[in-house]
């Protein structure tokens, strides 16, 4: 079992950084593929970028490849998401979400997931 919590959210002008973090319990989080979904209001929940348990394999979707980064430290069971160059389309609500799995393969379908965080709201402003 694993619980998952977000923070970092908030308002960020458009073109600026915001970090959001995801701090986990629970055992063997190590083990765990993380990653990062949103939802924007009228839209379904989106796959945004998703990391190994090992850190060794990454993947991004295309709207934020190149201004997103995600990282994990396992020592603090904590995923990172950090955010650069912020468009007013990256507004939505931020989830992180867990799976158990041993492989380089990062799913990028929310019912991949068994575990999801409350999320946090990210406001882009124009």
């Known amino acids: 079992q694993v619980q998952l919590v977000e923070s970092g959210g908030g308002l960020v002008q458009a073109g600026g950084s915001l970090r959001v973090s995801c701090a986990a319990s629970g055992r063997a989080f190590s083990s765990y593929t993380m990653a990062w979904f949103r939802q924007a209001p009228g839209k379904e929940r989106e796959f945004v970028v998703g990391i190994t348990w090992s850190a060794g394999n990454t993947y991004y979707a295309e709207s934020v490849k190149g201004r997103f980064t995600i990282s994990r430290d396992n020592a603090k069971n904590t995923v990172y998401l950090q955010m650069n160059s912020v468009k007013p389309e990256d507004t939505a609500v931020y989830y992180c979400?867990?799976?158990?799995?041993?492989?380089?393969?990062?799913?990028?379908?929310?019912?991949?997931?068994?575990?999801w965080g409350q999320g946090t709201q990210v406001t882009v402003s124009s």
């Open positions: 979400a867990a799976v158990s799995l041993n492989s380089d393969y990062v799913p990028q379908l929310y019912y991949n997931y068994d575990y």
